[in-house]
C-alpha cells in the first residue's frame, strides 16, 4: 500500500522525473514472500501503478515476475546505449519459502539476465543493473550469487554499476575477478 502510494505521489508532484521501480522485500505480504508462478498479485498491483514509467515490453516482461530491462532514458529524452536491468532480488531472497520449491532459477531470472546480457553486448550497450537485495550478501543466497557474479564476470565490460537499497546504507563495493583478482 505505500508504495503504491508513494509511487502516485512521485507521479504527481514529479511527472517529469524518470523512474525505474523495482520490487523489494517489504512490498511482499507476508514480508520476503513471493511465489514465482506467474501469479503474484502484488506484481500485478505495481505494474497498473508503474505502467506510466515503464514501455510497454518492459512492462509485459515485469507483469509476469517483477523484472524487466529498459533502454535507459533522462527527463527529456533517451540515453543512447545504455540500458537498465531491473532485478526482482526476491529470486535470491534466503527468507523467501518459495523458493524452497523453485530452487533453480525462479521465474528464469537468470537464464533472462544472461540474454538480456548477451543482447546489451550485441548491440553495444553499456548497463546500470538495479534490484534490492544486494547480490553475494547473507541475504542472497548462496547459489544464485555464484550465478549472478558468474554472468557479472562475464560481462564486466558491459556494466557500469550494480545499484541495491537493501542495506539503507551507503556502500561502495569493489568487485574483483575470481580467476585473477582484477578490479570489475
Known sequence: DYT????????EHLPATPVFPTPGNHEFFPVNA???DGNDELIKQLSEVWARWLDHESLEMFKKFGYYSMALKGAS????GFRVIALNTETCNHQNW????????????????????QKAEENGEKLFVIGHVKTGEDACLFEWS??????????????VANLFGHTHTE????????TNKDII
Do not use: K
Not at 4 to 11: A, G, V
Not at 98 to 117: A, I, K
Open 171 to 178: 556502500d561502495l563495493n569493489l568487485i574483483s575477478d575470481t
Open 146 to 159: 555464484v550465478r549472478y557474479r558468474a554472468l557479472m564476470e562475464r560481462y564486466q565490460h558491459l556494466i
Open 98 to 117: 518459495y523458493l524452497f520449491s523453485q530452487t533453480s532459477d525462479p521465474g528464469g531470472m537468470l537464464t533472462w539476465v544472461e540474454q538480456e546480457f
Open 34 to 36: 513471493m511465489n514465482f
Open 77 to 80: 529524452n533517451p540515453r543512447d
Open 4 to 11: 503504491i502510494r508513494i509511487s502516485q505521489w512521485i507521479q
